[in-house]
């Protein structure tokens, strides 16, 4: 059975700082991974998609990181500003669902 | 232009009643997808709709009753409500399965008194 973690549960940094996400899974055969933003009382947000063939994927100051053989999945966040504060989870793809990980709660002050 | 749509996005009701959550996705679509999310924030599958098919059916107690009468659309039917349904639902949609992305709707946040 698929399970998905992601470390830390919490994060809070000041304005500017480059931040690193982990998401650890279980089981490597995925078909994709996808990071999602969710902002209080919003839905869920896609950032960035990994295929399963994929290493990773940039989009502006986010990078996503795929290594399918040790499980896991990192979110780099360049120069970290007070709108990137939200609930940051990863998902995977096996292969009808999406699995959701435990989520990070990152706040970033000024 | 709202992709995924759902409604109403608050809904307080007490226990024992029944109540729908409606969802409607003008993407094109082909898959739609309901998911839980609980207080501790997890969110995990529910039920998964391929071309009016339901394709994916998690351990959920059967009141909880999905309706595709569309592509378009999945409603969410729920009888019987108990406290332990308090909680965020959420509607997404893909057009077919793995690998393509899903698109989420806002919530709707769910509340038994």
């Known amino acids: 059975k698929q399970e998905v973690t992601q470390i830390p549960a919490a994060l809070s940094v000041p304005e500017g700082e480059n931040l690193v996400l982990n998401c650890s899974f279980t089981d490597s055969a995925i078909y994709n991974l996808q990071w999602f933003r969710q902002d209080p009382g919003k839905g869920l947000t896609s950032l960035l998609l990994?295929?399963?063939?994929?290493r990773e994927q940039t989009s502006g100051r986010l990078n996503a990181s795929l290594d399918k053989s040790s499980g896991r999945s990192t979110l780099y966040i360049a120069a970290s500003q007070p709108g990137d504060s939200a609930t940051y989870l990863c998902a995977v793809r096996n292969p009808d669902k999406l699995i959701f990980g435990t989520g990070t709660r990152l706040q970033v002050f000024p | 232009d709202t992709a995924v749509s759902q409604t109403p996005k608050y809904l307080v009701t007490q226990m024992g009643n029944d109540k729908s959550i409606k969802c409607e996705q003008n993407l094109g679509h082909d898959t739609m997808y309901w998911y839980k999310q609980d207080s501790k924030k997890f969110l995990k599958i529910m039920f998964s709709?391929?071309?009016?098919?339901?394709?994916i059916n998690e351990t959920v107690p059967n009141r909880f009753s999905p309706k595709s009468p569309d592509k378009a659309h999945l409603n969410l039917h729920i009888n019987s409500l108990e406290l332990g349904d308090s909680a965020v639902y959420f509607c997404?949609?893909?057009?077919?399965?793995?690998?393509?992305?899903?698109?989420f709707g806002d919530g709707t946040r769910l509340s038994i008194l």
């Open positions: 997404a949609s893909s057009q077919g399965q793995a690998p393509q992305p899903q698109h």
């Open positions: 990994i295929q399963s063939s994929q």
């Open positions: 709709y391929n071309n009016k098919e339901l394709i």
